[in-house]
């Protein structure tokens, strides 16, 4: 195997782990809350332009290019996104889920319209390009700077499963899953579903604009075009197929529709003549609606569905619903 796939290797894991990250903060609004996220697209472009802003050089044509260090960047997109999901679900946490998909469906057209227009801020159709990006000085070695950035993003990945778990394994965790199961329930037994419902939508926003700033320094270049509804589509179907209410699922659904996506691409460039490929491209998201349907009718819960919080047998060591004087047939 050549130095050159091997590095292109590790740039592909490095993209599906973004992606991942996206999964990861999906999760956490549908998987564990039930919040019917369609508007994933604007989170991710609101951390990719406020990182590649505040970490770019200045440049005389548009604001900002603060040349900050890149994990103030990170920080500052994840923030940026967070309290862009908080605002959004200040006005419409409220809404059952498919008003609630319809309202967050049209801010990311909102979100990619103004990154589109607002050229003095984002550099409009042409978008922001000289992104740093890290372990920079290694960049004349690619396999080295391939493998740094796969293993700093392999890092964020495994910092976020452990504290994702832990959440989902705390009593708000729990309190997540008591709301998406019968919200009217929860709130008899004392708690706020709204509260907890705008907290998840908050750290899923905040966790998808991180996943955008990572993404727009590993390739060094954002347009708005990255940030079509198509995105929104891509990340939901790798929930899907990986399992929601799983947060190994969403990593491996990541890295399996990912896959895909960068085979089809592959294909359609090898086997479809120059001037037919640009119609072509269409046939990546067929590819992915194959695959989706596949898994829909072979595990419908996804690879890995989601675990009950009690275990195969139950808290006492019995199956799920049944007493303990039930005797086999």
Known sequence: MSLDLLAYAAFFLTMALTYAVMCLGLNLQWGQTGLFNVGIAAFVAIGAYVSALLTTPPTPDRFGGFDLPILIGWLGGAAAAGLAAWLVGALTIRLRSDYLAIATFGVAVCVQLCVLNLQSLTGGAFGIGFIPRPFSPLAGNALAFGLANLALMAGLVAVLYLALEHLARSPWGRVLRAIREDETAAQALGKR??????????????????????????????????????????????????????????????????????????????????????????????????????????????ILGERSALGPRGKHGRRPGRRPDDRAP
């Open 193 to 302: 579903p709204i509260r907890f419902r705008l907290q998840a939508f908050t750290i899923g926003g905040a966790i998808m604009g991180l996943a955008g700033a990572a993404q727009g320094h590993f390739i060094g270049f954002i347009a708005p075009d990255n940030y079509l509804p198509v995105l929104t589509f891509q990340v939901w179907a790798m929930l899907i197929v990986g399992g929601s209410g799983n947060n190994r699922g969403a990593i491996l659904g990541a890295i399996l529709v990912w896959g895909l996506w960068a085979l089809s691409a592959a294909a359609v460039s090898a086997f479809v003549p120059p001037e037919q490929q640009a119609r072509a491209a269409a046939l990546q998201i067929v590819a992915i609606g194959v695959g989706l349907c596949a898994i829909l009718l072979l595990r419908p819960r996804g």
